[in-house]
């Protein structure tokens, strides 16, 4: 059984997934962050790689991946700042980015270094199913990590459910239809849940966009098995002087 | 769907490029389009309606012009297709009736559009105005700056004009911020791409909708000449889009030479350069796989190049197939030799071109032509929006 496999075994409500961004708010800050997520009480870190054009991601979020760049964050200094993360990380981590840096690194090295180094899982929002299944999904599954698809609102049932199957570890439900870090009314957000949950999906169901504190998280974790907070994290830690403090009073706000 | 240069496959494919590499949020949109776009575009109702536009609104056919002097210099036949004539000043206005008729049939109530230039912004917003629709246009904060009588004339057409703040602030970050207000407005909205670019079905229909210049092309060639296929097809190439219509109606005649000039900059390897089929390699941007400029570790770079029209740090599907296929001739030519090449058009032949035009003409000096060729050089846009540029260089 894999971590994240795991995680749900253990645990099928309030999973917290936490996003941060490689190489923020500091170069060397990957590590030290993660390991304070872990210490604060995150279940799963996704962990963004930064990209010039993020198309899925708001203001927030883009604006930390471009003073990633600026700090010189790069998916080869990011393996190398992972290469022993495992002594002292044990949550699943799953790498999120943008197919571009992916395949300019070389999808299959990157697939085999991102084993190598203990990930569990990638997102690549612009990977799309076609290709998936046709060229690159067949790569992912040779090195055993997962990947996760996205479903959003206007998701029909049936894509839904080809999404499920081709998915590994979870199901990510766009909690609306809007890049991240976008406030949305939650009433509608309950209702798409609950029609989610009906499916009887094979994968449990994290919920991200617009979770950003405990009132959200409960809201979403009511009608799935967790959430993930993005945006709301990457500002905590806009200015922060001290990371782990920070990292964890976010937390525990969040769980409190 | 067989595949040809003339359509993608089903997914969208030119040979190696293409596709449709949107994140989940943009799947209903686009997959909306790519079910209904051809449809709707060869539905007789609607090229009713998009032909009367292009006739009465945009007035075409432009002609075929002959240009003497040009041929003279060049010991060769130069026509100029002159799309600089339409309605607007440029062949962007052909795209943007064909996207609005059919956003409107797909119900859609709000139109959004990217702007470098402002072009295609001014087109969009045109053609909003005329059909009463809400309109946006993204254009990155720098441009905004370079571009001030555009936005003059989108707002005066009562086009709102966001200004993208994030990354570069140019081109393609105004695309980024398209792309988004899409993915949050999934229902009215509709996005006209002004280029050959983005995810399938874009890169398509938006050649589709400006193949009318290569099929006026080929009846007033025959007329002109009694036959319609020249020797030479001449177009600039940013994302495409005009280079595209040009060439749309010669693809499949291997006897006609297509040949794409992209903007060099100050020099291909000066590292402020637009030339992708040069420097870049294949990756993904916008939402489809083509040739990208990027760094090693793929972070796509801020191209440059004098027109604003050409800076783009990317290239068509369908261009980068050519490329990649053999079928284009692909060349580049500098800010300066562009300059140049619109200067002497003005004085042989009392024609202002847009500088995007301009590296067209400057691409004929490459060429080696012989007497007894037929040049067809699309001038994609008049230059009346690059006069401050052309003046600072006069005075230099």
Redesign the interface.
């Known amino acids: 059984m894999n971590r994240i496999e795991q995680v749900f075994k253990n645990k099928n409500n309030r999973v917290l997934n936490v996003y941060c961004t490689a190489g923020y708010p500091k170069l060397d800050s990957t590590l030290q962050v993660m390991q304070a997520l872990q210490e604060g009480g995150a279940d799963l870190i996704e962990l963004g790689m930064p ?3 993020p ?2 991601d ?2 927030v979020i ?2 930390s991946g ?1 003073i990633a ?1 600026s700090n010189g964050m ?3 200094t990011l393996f190398k700042q992972l290469k022993d993360f495992r002594k002292t990380v044990t949550v699943p981590v799953i790498l999120m980015g ?8 070389g999808f299959e090295k990157f697939c085999a270094d991102a084993a190598a180094v203990g990930v569990d899982g990638l997102i690549l ?4 199913q ?2 998936f299944e046709t060229e690159y999904g067949v790569i992912i599954k040779k090195y055993g990590l997962d990947f996760i ?4 609102p ?3 049932e049936k ?1 839904v459910k080809e ?1 499920d199957a081709l998915s590994t570890g979870f199901l990510y439900a ?1 909690s609306s ?3 991240t870090g ?1 406030d949305k009314d939650f009433g509608a957000v309950e209702t798409y849940l609950q029609r989610l949950k009906n499916l009887q999906l094979k994968n449990p169901v994290l919920v991200g966009f617009g979770i950003k504190d405990k009132q959200t998280f409960e809201s979403a974790s009511k009608h799935s098995n967790g959430a993930i907070i993005g945006s709301a994290f990457v500002k905590a830690l806009e200015n922060s002087s001290d990371i782990k403090a920070d990292t964890k009073r976010f937390i525990a706000n969040v769980l409190s | 769907m067989k595949q040809t240069f003339t359509s993608p496959d089903t997914k969208g494919y030119y040979g190696k490029f293409g596709g449709a590499y949107i994140p989940e949020m943009l799947h209903r949109n686009v997959e909306e389009l790519q079910s209904k776009y051809l449809e709707i575009m060869y539905e007789k109702g609607f090229r009713d309606e998009f032909n009367a536009l292009l006739k009465d609104y945009v007035g075409r056919p432009t002609p075929l012009f002959l240009a003497e002097r040009l041929s003279k210099q060049f010991n060769t036949n130069i026509y100029l297709k002159r799309e600089d004539l339409n309605h607007t000043g440029a062949h962007k206005i052909n795209n943007a009736i064909g996207q609005v008729l059919l956003a409107q049939r797909l119900g859609k109530k709000r139109i959004i559009a990217e702007t470098g230039a402002g072009q295609h912004g001014v087109a969009t917003a045109t053609v909003c105005a005329l059909k009463g629709i809400e309109c946006i246009v993204y254009m990155g904060v720098k441009d905004i700056e370079r571009q001030a009588p555009n936005v003059a004339r989108m707002k005066m057409l009562g086009a709102k004009v966001m200004p993208a703040t994030s990354g570069s602030q140019t081109l393609k970050d105004a695309t980024n911020e398209a792309i988004r207000d899409w993915i949050n407005n999934p229902t009215d909205t509709h996005y006209v791409i002004g280029s050959v670019v983005g995810p399938h079905p874009y890169p398509d229909m938006v050649a589709r909708f400006q193949s009318v210049i290569s099929e006026e092309v080929r009846w007033q060639l025959k007329e002109k000449t009694g036959s319609e296929l020249p020797t030479h097809v001449v177009a600039c190439v940013g994302g495409g889009s005009n280079a595209a219509g040009a060439f749309y109606h010669f693809l499949d005649e291997p006897q006609v030479q297509l040949v794409a000039v992209e903007a060099a900059g100050l020099g291909v390897n000066s590292g402020h350069s637009a030339a992708t089929t040069q420097l870049g390699t294949a990756g993904v941007l916008h939402g489809s796989k083509s040739i990208v400029m990027q760094t090693e570790d793929g972070q796509v770079v801020e191209p440059h190049s004098i027109s604003a029209g050409l800076d783009y740090p990317g290239i068509g599907p369908l261009h980068a197939h050519l490329f990649d296929s053999g079928r284009g001739k692909f060349l580049s030519a500098t800010d300066d030799e562009s300059v140049q090449a619109a200067f002497n058009l003005c004085k042989l032949e009392g024609i202002i071109p847009a500088l995007e035009s301009a590296h067209a003409l400057a691409g004929l000096n490459q060429l080696q032509l012989k007497e007894k060729d037929v040049v067809v050089l699309c001038l994609s846009g008049r230059g009346d929006k690059d006069l401050a540029t052309y003046m600072k260089r006069m005075d230099a």
């Open positions: 990209y010039s054009d198309l899925a708001g203001p883009q604006h471009s760049l790069t998916i080869a943008y197919m571009n840096p992916v395949m300019q690194y929002p612009d990977l799309p076609y290709e698809f996205l479903v959003t206007e998701t029909s894509r999404l766009v239809s809007s890049t976008n």
